[in-house]
């Protein structure tokens, strides 16, 4: 049976522009007052997420509000202030294709800034 997620709605949400046209989320969690950067589309996708609808229902109901979702997009990438902000998964191509402890190592390694703290999740539906 696919798990129905729900986004925590304590979450704050703050739209950042870092010079480069391309706009991030920040998500500042209140309880553990950590910050969480994602895209704009991942943003949208993890809202639809409400606990009430499957993963494959929230693909399908972003898709039908003109949202495409493909299988290499459905990739959400969590990580800790031990990782740089300024990394992009276009800086490697074809990596979104290969598996998630294969896209946090490669981050990690590229990213990491501080080995002491640094963390990063991937996950994928598939």
Not at 25 to 46: A, G, Y
Not at 47 to 56: A, E, I, N, P
Request: contains cysteine; negative net charge.
């Amino acid at each position: 049976m696919e798990a129905s997620p729900r986004f925590r709605p304590d979450l704050e949400p703050f739209t950042h522009d870092e010079g480069d046209g391309e706009p991030v989320v920040v998500l500042k969690d209140p309880i553990s007052d950590r910050f969480f950067r994602l895209s704009p589309h991942e943003h949208l996708f993890l809202r639809t997420c409400d606990g009430s609808r499957t993963v494959t229902q929230a693909r399908a109901a972003l898709a039908r509000n003109g949202h495409f979702v493909s299988e290499q997009e459905a990739l959400v990438v969590l990580h800790s202030d031990g990782v740089t902000e300024r990394w992009s998964l276009r800086e490697h191509p074809g990596l979104s294709r290969r598996s998630p402890i294969v896209v946090a190592a490669t981050l990690l390694r590229d990213a990491g800034v501080r080995r002491d703290d640094a963390g990063v999740v991937v996950v994928r539906h598939d």
